[in-house]
């Protein structure tokens, strides 16, 4: 069965540097997502991509994140200059419509700002 | 903005139990989802339910949507040591949107 991978499963940086989150979602899906997951609380909606572009993305996805379809398959979020709450499980998914029945999640990245 | 409110909180239950959670809205749904995940680990898609009064079923579990389309109850049959974990429901903001907003979780543990 299809899935969504992603890597790394977990990253450990230092505050200030830049991250990059790397995702293969489901290659017929035409929506992707990134979602995050602060330890102990809810699943956060970040940003949503279609047709390469952003489709919708949440107050938390301000000017430090940014979102890319590099090629074809990889989906990958870049947060620059990492602050200690950007730890978090970073979770991406994909749909192959918007309204879809599934929206599939990756494994997560665990995300370590120190 | 639309708030999904799930009780209980945490569950313990005996193997060979039945069990439900709850999954309560603030505003109308608009596509429900049930997900299950295990501690620090991804979301595995359970099912989704739509139309109001819809039921589906996998498995040993049963997902219900009420008729006003608020409320959506999880229920397992005959529970086991691997329906542990955490249930999770998500639901889209709103008709025109494919985010999905969540609830805290429900922390199932079955003790066997």
């Known amino acids: 069965e299809p899935e969504v991978t992603q890597t790394p499963s977990h990253q450990v940086t230092q505050m200030g540097q830049e991250v990059i989150l790397r995702c293969v979602p489901i290659s017929n899906h035409l929506y992707f997502y990134w979602y995050r997951q602060i330890l102990g609380q809810k699943v956060e909606f970040l940003v949503s991509f279609y047709n390469n572009e952003i489709s919708e993305k949440s107050e938390i996805f301000d000017d430090q994140f940014s979102v890319e379809r590099p090629d074809g398959s990889n989906f990958t979020l870049k947060i620059r200059s990492t602050k200690l709450e950007d730890s978090a499980m970073y979770f991406c998914a994909s749909s192959p419509s918007m309204r879809s029945e599934t929206q599939y999640f990756g494994p997560g990245t665990r995300l370590l700002v120190l | 903005s639309q708030e999904l409110e799930q009780s209980p909180q945490s569950l313990i239950v005996q193997e060979g139990k039945n069990l439900t959670i709850n999954c309560t809205s603030s505003?109308?749904?608009?596509?429900l989802y049930w997900y299950k995940q295990k501690y620090g680990e991804g979301l595995i898609f359970l099912m989704m339910?739509?139309?109001?009064?819809e039921e589906k079923s996998h498995e040993k579990i049963t997902a219900k949507l009420d008729e006003k389309k608020q409320q959506s109850s999880l229920h397992i049959t005959a529970s086991q040591p691997s329906h542990a974990g955490i249930y999770l429901c998500?639901?889209?903001?709103?008709?025109?949107?494919?985010?999905?907003?969540f609830g805290q979780g429900t922390t199932l543990q079955v003790k066997p």
């Open positions: 505003k109308t749904l608009y596509g």
């Open positions: 339910l739509q139309k109001g009064g």
């Open positions: 998500g639901a889209h903001g709103s008709s025109n949107t494919g985010k999905l907003i």
